[in-house]
């Protein structure tokens, strides 16, 4: 690790701009706007009508097509706050300390869907809504990680520091990603190994795969779409008055 | 645009911090590592890893033609297995949809003084395969075919399924 091999490329730094930012995330927005809609829908008519019946399960296993993409954009969702986190302390960018900002409230809904579909999934299946194993019990530290960062967030009114605060707690809080991720491995837990990896052969047909594949990649479509929409928000509002705001089509409408 | 070196002095402080943490939350996780298992497995048992006459977890599959049900009650009787030692399991009450022979369940109970477990409560534990029933139907009348006796809808058959089905 020299010196000169530590440049950033300049696409960095000019994301750092808040006005940059806003254009540029004002582009990408209605392709993610449609990506979202549309991978949503077919994977989740896919998934919910057509796909077959689990030959245990039945129906039930059906949930999977909202529990799946929740739970691991839950955990995507915590590692990208961390690392924008990151990014915001080493290189003092406002831009990301508001994109971390923007994570935290959708990553805490994914979570809470996670837990709540599982709960509903769990009562047929197991025989309960809830079990302390290692991998439900990661989770819901996971959901109060997101609340004690939320409530952090807001309790520092001024946003630089509690921008630095809420970064640091999010980068110590990723430790508790990989014990989520690997629970099932290390532990005995009731709940089952991960069906869906990219790593391996997926352990059920095509037909119930793909609209998982489908669905958990709408959600990231959804996710991007509303982190830019939030962060282009904390943009207006904290250069309010800018005249490069001022004169900028979506602001005018022109 | 060299990186600034009091930006990489943070960047190394955070990696530290992570670090850091890291090592602290392993260490605490290694420690405990016993009691963040949910359940005991037959082996455990027999090796006596498992706290006497306390309430504990026990885990294992139900063995194939182990479960017994009484006539005149919801009282049930199987045997649970890791393939290595056994645990007979006593349960009254009503078993989970998914509760059948060569399925893993999680019972919680007491061993009692004959070495039998007591159960109150049974829950069934699902693994990450999942299968059309026509799929499972068609490989149990191919696998009744070729070896004459007709089986039924084990767990083993649906991961061999989901083995040859991905070759």
């Known amino acids: ?254 | 645009m060299l990186m600034h070196p009091k930006r990489r002095k943070k960047l190394i402080l955070i990696l530290a911090l992570l670090a850091g943490t890291g090592v602290i939350v392993g260490l605490v996780l290694y420690a405990l590592s016993q009691n963040i298992n949910l359940f005991f497995s037959p082996s455990d048992m027999a090796q006596g890893k498992a706290p006497a006459h306390q309430r504990i977890r026990a885990g294992g599959m139900v063995r194939e033609g182990s479960l017994v049900r009484a006539t005149d009650s919801l009282k049930v009787r199987f045997v649970i297995t890791d393939f290595v030692e056994n645990v007979n399991v006593d349960y009254t009450g009503i078993l989970p949809d998914l509760f059948r022979e060569g399925q893993g369940i999680v019972a919680q109970g007491k061993m009692n003084d004959e070495g039998i477990f007591v159960a109150d409560e049974v829950l069934a534990k699902h693994d990450e395969n999942y299968m059309p029933p026509e799929v499972i139907q068609a490989l149990n009348e191919a696998k009744a075919a070729s070896s004459g006796a007709p089986k039924s809808n084990s767990q083993a058959i649906a991961t061999q399924t989901v083995k040859e089905t991905s070759k």
């Open chain 1, 1 to 254: 690790m020299t010196e000169s091999s530590w440049r950033m490329p300049r696409w960095f730094h000019q994301m750092g701009s808040p006005k940059w930012f806003y254009g540029f995330a004002g582009i990408l927005q209605p392709w993610f706007a449609i990506a979202a809609l549309g991978l949503l829908t077919w994977g989740a008519v896919w998934g919910l009508a057509f796909a077959p019946a689990d030959y245990q399960q039945g129906n039930s296993f059906r949930i999977m097509y909202v529990h799946v993409p929740a739970a691991i954009l839950s955990q995507s969702i915590f590692l990208g706050m961390a690392v924008a986190g990151a990014v915001g302390l080493v290189w003092k960018m406002k831009v990301a300390f508001m994109v971390a900002r923007s994570c935290i409230a959708i990553g805490a809904t994914f979570t809470a869907i996670a837990l709540v579909t599982g709960a509903i999934w769990g009562k047929p299946t197991w025989g309960a809504y809830w079990v302390w194993d290692a991998r439900l019990t990661s989770t819901l530290v996971l959901f109060f990680l997101y609340a004690g960062i939320m409530a952090l967030n807001q309790a520092i009114s001024e946003r630089h520091i509690a921008g630095k605060a809420t970064a640091i707690l999010a980068i110590v809080g990723t430790i508790n990603i990989p014990i989520i991720k690997y629970s099932v491995e290390w532990w005995n837990t009731l709940h089952q190994s991960s069906s869906f990896t990219l790593t391996a052969k997926p352990s059920m047909p095509a037909d119930m795969y793909l609209p998982l594949l489908l669905t958990v990649l709408g959600s990231y479509c959804l996710f991007a779409l509303v982190v830019l929409m939030r962060t282009r928000s904390q943009i207006v509002q904290s250069q309010s008055g800018a005249s490069w705001l001022m004169q900028h089509r979506d602001i005018t409408g022109a």
